[in-house]
């Protein structure tokens, strides 16, 4: 093995899946590196200097745009956001239209959110940047993961033979399927709860155990992640209601009480208090770490950024 | 009749009847208060308890009070067809101590506000005990599922969309998958909507003859078949109500050979009659599903013999005079059935296809064990909800005579062997027959 290479040698982020331990702990490693400094008065650097990133959104998202613009700005570079509203768009021949334009435009970034699964994939294979994926459709959101991993390893200390309970709509979840992947390679134990109608066909293929009560799911994990459900979901189709939605699944201190003691709780966000999460339980400073995980997310997004320009710089294999 | 709890009662010279345990001998039964305290053939050996009032049952046939799973009530939204109280009444002298109400009912039957009322209203009459399911979908509407798991707390036994099907696919996906979580079965009218729609009786010869719009049975055979792919799909459980085909029993078959969580019954008139009880347009042999080939109703006999149908349920659908006094095509569908349902299948018996404990236990214990209901057996300690039958004893269906509201039986006038005698529900006498 060559030494010189970096211990994250790919040109893009497309994902979680496929990576080694290595390479995520790299990952960590150099994020952790990145809070100390978003926490000191010398936050910014010209590390990014010259460098061009463009953030590319399909799909409305503030938390994810923000954080990585951000990022970029910390490290000295010119971000650009692009909003494009997906029902505008004839999918496919457009997506690669606007990844050529990009493209010819001598980017080093490109930072893309799409609705369509392997959207972020197809784009990478046309343009000579690097390419992170901010979400693709209900497949990978791997930086998500990553900062999720991150505030749990500051936490916990460690990742590995922690047990993780991921609780919701796993179904259109990407944020649930990158972090079965990572907590997996690392040496977690991951646990689904969620109504049959919100889980994936094959769930157990993934490698987790599946549960369809919070009281059997949540007994003696150490962490609990919470998904999103969303509104539209929510009439019928999928579950009957809200009202029936967070009296079997919705998280509260009773349903809570079976965990490990010190159990931590997780949300991606934007929360729907009261759907999937009880309002003071999410604001429990000592239980709830979703503020901290808005944090995490500027320094993992620093970190992909530095170590994905200076790839581009060496030149390395994809 | 008190409301006071009963002292001792004491059974005496009965044939005990107890598919459970497969006890069928002459004995006696004690109950005390509410429930069962003694039971088995030689209770009484050494006399009656000195403070027990004895009811001797003259060698007539003592088994756990029928629980029927399929039952529409009228109330609430449709009173004149039939209440809760008359509806009760029916049931009890009938044999029937547990019956099961469909939810599409006006307002339909889909939170748990109506949940809650079904079972107050019914405790208030105090006679047959009255559950019930909870629709699948909002409204029936088979458009958005409905608060199951809540419904389930609030104790819905099971769900379905009543008289009619679920039509969608994707949406009997769903509602099998989603129920699942909670560990609660689906029941389906089996009866492909678009294939039905417009029809009024069994399609064939009978029909063309008639001129009337015929129901093919592949209607039902399709609908089945679709579930079947759709129970594997999802692990759920299934029940396939009132199925009325040859080729329905033979789908039922093979998935439960393939294992699946698979059930279904069946109601007296479709292993009674064929569609020739139509005869000259009779508006009262006008049920849904159909009444069907002689071929067909062999069939049903058969796989209730065999096992392959669980249970049979009354189907009782009461209609007013104004339902049914019309052409036969503007009739409604469905027919009365609590007080035919043990005489009727006690035929089932005589012609030597059932012993009288399977006809029990299809009438019972296996309808009280799907739908988890302390009841259905001749056990110490279980509720004394009772039958005393004469299975013998030659009569006719006398509409006339019935406690329901409405008088609408397909089995009006025909000869009848058997007779139900007494009713306990909760050891108290709900029922007494005039002799």
Do not use: W
């Not at chain 2, 305290?37 to 209770?43: E, F, K, S």
């Not at chain 2, 609660?184 to 010869?205: F, K, L, R, T, W």
């Not at chain 2, 009978?206 to 039902?220: D, K, N, S």
């Not at chain 2, 279980?382 to 006398?398: K, S, Y």
């Amino acid at each position: 093995m060559n030494q010189d290479l970096p211990a994250y040698a790919h040109r893009h982020l497309l994902g979680i899946e496929g990576l080694s331990p290595l390479e995520i702990s790299y990952l960590l490693d150099q994020s952790d590196a990145y809070v100390e400094k978003s926490r000191s008065n010398d936050r910014k650097s010209a590390l990014l200097r010259g460098r061009t990133v463009i953030n590319l959104f399909f799909e409305n998202s503030t938390r994810t745009r923000t954080s990585f613009e951000l990022a970029g700005k910390r490290l000295g570079a010119d971000v650009i956001n692009m909003t494009v509203a997906a029902s505008s768009v004839a999918k496919g021949e457009t997506l690669i239209d606007t990844a050529m334009t990009l493209n010819a435009m001598h980017i080093d970034v490109l930072v893309v959110r799409h609705p369509d699964s392997g959207a972020a994939k197809l784009l990478s294979e046309k343009v000579n940047c690097a390419v992170i994926n901010a979400g693709d459709g209900a497949h990978e959101h791997p930086t998500q993961a990553l900062l999720d991993a991150l505030t749990i390893r500051r936490r916990k200390g460690h990742l590995d033979g922690l047990l993780v309970a991921i609780c919701g709509d796993v179904l259109h979840s990407r944020v649930a399927r990158s972090n079965i992947h990572l907590l997996n390679v690392m040496g977690a134990q991951v646990r689904l709860v969620a109504p049959r109608t919100l889980l994936p066909a094959c769930a157990e293929a993934l490698g987790v155990e599946v549960f369809h009560t919070m009281k059997d799911g949540l007994k003696d994990v150490d962490i609990v992640m919470m998904l999103r459900v969303q509104n539209e979901r929510m009439k019928g189709n999928f579950i009957p209601s809200i009202r029936e939605y967070f009296h079997f699944f919705g998280l509260d201190y009773e349903k809570l009480s079976v965990t490990k003691p010190d159990a931590l709780i997780m949300h991606p966000g934007p929360m729907n208090r009261g759907v999937e999460i009880d309002s003071d339980l999410a604001d429990d400073v000592e239980r709830s770490l979703i503020r901290e995980q808005v944090e995490m997310g500027v320094a993992v997004r620093m970190a992909c950024l530095d170590v994905l320009t200076g790839n581009l710089g060496n030149g390395g294999p994809v | 009749m008190s409301v006071l709890a009963p002292g001792k009662i004491a059974y005496v010279n009965a044939r005990l009847l107890d598919p459970a345990s497969g006890l069928d001998r002459q004995g006696g039964l004690l109950t005390e208060g509410e429930i069962i305290i003694g039971v088995g053939p030689d209770l009484f050996k050494g006399g009656v308890p000195l403070d027990a009032e004895r009811i001797d049952c003259g060698g007539a046939c003592l088994a756990p009070g029928l629980v029927d799973m399929r039952v529409q009530l009228g109330e609430p939204g449709q009173e004149h067809k039939e209440t809760l109280a008359s509806a009760g009444e029916a049931a009890v002298a009938g044999g029937v101590t547990s019956m099961v109400c469909l939810p599409n009912t006006d307002p339909v039957i889909d939170d748990v506000a109506t949940v809650e009322f079904v079972a107050r209203r019914a405790r208030k009459n105090g006679l047959a005990k009255v559950y019930p399911y909870a629709a699948v979908t909002k409204q029936i509407e088979g458009k958005e599922l409905a608060e199951i798991g809540m419904l389930a707390e609030a104790g819905a036994l099971a769900f379905t969309d009543g008289t009619k099907a679920i039509r969608s696919a994707q949406m009997m996906r769903r509602a099998l998958s989603y129920a699942a979580t909670f560990g609660v079965i689906i029941i389906q009218h089996p009866e492909e909507p678009s294939m039905a729609d417009g029809g009024v009786m069994n399609e064939g010869e009978l029909a063309t003859r008639l001129g009337l719009a015929g129901i093919p049975p592949v209607a039902e055979a399709i609908m089945l078949e679709r579930d079947m792919r759709l129970v594997a799909l999802t692990g759920g459980r299934y029940h396939a109500a009132h199925i009325s085909t040859k080729e329905s029993v033979a789908i039922i078959r093979t998935a439960k050979q393939q294992g699946l969580m698979v059930t279904c019954d069946t109601a007296p008139p479709y292993f009674a009659l064929n569609e020739l009880a139509v005869g000259d347009y009779r508006s009262f042999a006008k049920l849904s599903p159909p009444l069907r080939s002689e071929d067909d109703r062999r069939a049903i006999v058969e796989g209730l013999k065999q096992g392959v149908i669980d249970i049979i349920a009354s189907d009782h659908a009461p209609q007013d005079q104004d339902s049914k006094r019309l052409p036969f095509a503007q009739a409604e569908f469905g027919g009365v059935g609590l007080e035919t349902l043990l005489t009727v299948t006690l035929e089932l018996h005589h012609n030597g296809y059932l012993s009288l404990l399977q006809v029990i236990e299809k009438l019972s214990f296996a309808p009280a064990r799907l739908l988890g209901l302390a009841a259905g057996q001749l056990q110490i300690g279980a509720a004394a909800d009772l039958v005393i039958f004469n299975p013998d004893r030659a009569g006719r269906v006398d509409p006339a005579k019935f406690r329901s509201k409405s008088k609408n039986s397909p089995f009006d006038g025909r000869p009848i062997q058997g007779r139900v005698l007494r009713t306990v529900v909760d050891g108290r006498a709900v029922f007494i027959a005039d002799l």
